[in-house]
């Protein structure tokens, strides 16, 4: 599992560790590694040049360091310092020694570059950048590829939010862990890749932020034993389509049967064109509470203004997961109330009338906004998006590292409400539900669309998730 911790938790270990190494060491193990990375961007150091973009912070030094090493390799290093008289003067001291300078001529410089480093803000700053740093930025990111010390200066590493100006990295080189704003957009796509230099640092078990990867998928995900069968692998009820969108319909249950529940259980009045694709499916006239026995429920997808289900859903004494339309009747207390487990899964528009507040704002802090509707509803919310999020009442947040951009389709939503909800049914807790099913949907996508990426289909989604799941537990 990739961890994230935040600023106030890296430093208290790097003050730690600190205290047990002579002095500058820390510096110079970050420093090594950042130069390997920039070496390997290269490809061939001797002859190349390189520009460092200095701050006054340790970044600067960091950067500084790195440079010195490059230099003694034979690179021609040039620091520009934008703050000439704050400079890390060890830094500085060891790049002059190795045979770097200091830049008399900043776009000069800049326009010969084959690789800029990012020193100028460090994982304390917030705002962003100055107009001067600005402009270096902008001319950077025209001249050679970008590497970034510990974070793209200009963005918050606790929440990923871009007030202002901020650097965009081609990769990002970070240091004893990752940092929460490099998973969360805006500023994840301003990171570039990622790459993770081990310093010595002891972290505490519980981080900020979480990332599955797929041996922690495969471990989750439900399998049936020798006695299992399609009841006690669960059963799941899904309340979803109207005569206007009978395809949300067929596109929720297309993710619940995928979705390792033993048998769905279809409510609504879209249940012949349920049948007619998926002749599988158990389906009632409802309502909900006279269709028999379910394991979890999901409700929401294209059913329009007919809210009168949400409420007998509610009152079940499963878990429920709430999407799309359903989404516009809720209220904090009525889902408070409830002793099962509720997982929300807004878009961002529907968080933001959730919240009552703008779509932008909650695009603009993505990690703020989950956790909010977290709380303010006492459940599991999945914010879906460019990089979706889960977020229960307490603990780490989970970032879901799969997906492609072609996977802003309409349906697709849907689909990952089956999918989800048919994990709940399966007994998975909803945190974990909604991390897996985000994660197998992304997977989907990703084959959907093959490899050079190409327009997909909700539906396409659907058809590829058992080799989704065939890649996580292979």
């Not at 270990?13 to 970050?30: S, T």
């Not at 389509?241 to 529940?261: F, K, Q, T």
């Not at 209220?331 to 509720?342: H, I, K, L």
Request: proline letters at 5%; aromatic letters at 4%; charged letters at 20%.
């Amino acid at each position: 599992m990739r961890t994230a911790y935040s600023v106030e938790t890296v430093r208290a270990a790097e003050r730690e560790l600190m205290a047990r190494l002579p002095e500058g060491a820390l510096m110079q193990r970050a420093a090594a590694g950042l130069a390997v990375a920039c070496a390997e961007l290269l490809g061939r150091v001797y002859g190349a040049r390189v520009v460092l973009l200095v701050g006054s912070g340790d970044n600067g030094g960091d950067a500084l360091y790195a440079g010195a090493r490059l230099a003694r390799r034979g690179a021609g290093v040039a620091a520009v310092l934008l703050s000439p008289g704050r400079a890390h003067s060890g830094g500085l001291a060891a790049l002059r020694s190795a045979g770097g300078r200091v830049s008399d001529d900043a776009p000069r410089d800049l326009a010969r570059a084959d690789l800029v480093v990012d020193g100028i803000v460090g994982i304390g700053g917030r705002g962003g950048l100055r107009p001067e740093a600005a402009r270096l930025a902008r001319v950077a990111r025209e001249s050679a590829p970008v590497v970034a010390v510990d974070l793209p200066s200009g963005v918050d590493a606790d929440t990923g939010e871009v007030s202002g100006e901020a650097v965009r990295a081609d990769a990002t080189v970070t240091f004893g862990a990752y940092k929460p704003g490099l998973l969360v957009d805006p500023a994840r796509e301003r990171a570039g890749a990622l790459r993770l230099v081990d310093i010595g640092l002891t972290l505490p078990p519980e981080a900020a932020m979480e990332a599955l990867q797929h041996a922690d998928v495969a471990r989750l995900l439900p399998r049936p034993s020798a006695e299992s069968d399609k009841y006690r692998r669960g059963v799941v009820g899904v309340v979803a389509g109207s005569a206007r969108y009978p395809g949300a319909a067929v596109l929720a249950v297309a993710g619940a049967l995928r979705g390792g529940a033993g048998a769905v259980r279809y409510v609504g009045p879209a249940a012949d064109a349920v049948l007619a694709r998926f002749p599988e499916t158990l389906v009632h006239a409802g309502p909900p509470d006279k269709a028999g026995r379910v394991q979890a429920w999901v409700i929401g997808p294209g059913i329009g203004d007919e809210s009168d289900a949400l409420e007998d859903v509610l009152a079940s004494d499963v878990p429920v997961l709430v999407d799309a339309d359903g989404l516009r009747f809720l209220t904090p207390r009525r889902v408070r109330e409830r002793a099962a487990q509720t997982l929300l899964t807004p878009h961002a528009g529907e968080a933001a009338a959730l919240l009552g507040c703008g779509r932008a704002e909650v695009e603009a802090a993505r990690l703020a906004s989950v956790r909010e509707l977290a709380r303010s509803f006492g459940a599991t919310v999945l914010l879906k998006g460019s990089t979706t999020l889960v977020a229960g009442a307490g603990g780490p947040v989970r970032v879901n590292p799969t997906g492609t951009g072609w996977l802003a389709t309409a349906g697709s939503g849907d689909v990952l409400s089956g999918v989800t909800g048919s994990l709940l049914a399966a007994g998975l807790p909803a945190l974990d539900a909604g991390s897996v099913g985000a994660y197998l949907h992304g997977l989907a996508a990703r084959r959907a669309a093959g490899r050079e990426g190409a327009p997909i289909l909700a539906s396409e989604v659907a058809a590829h998730l058992d080799a989704a799941w065939r890649d996580v537990t292979d």
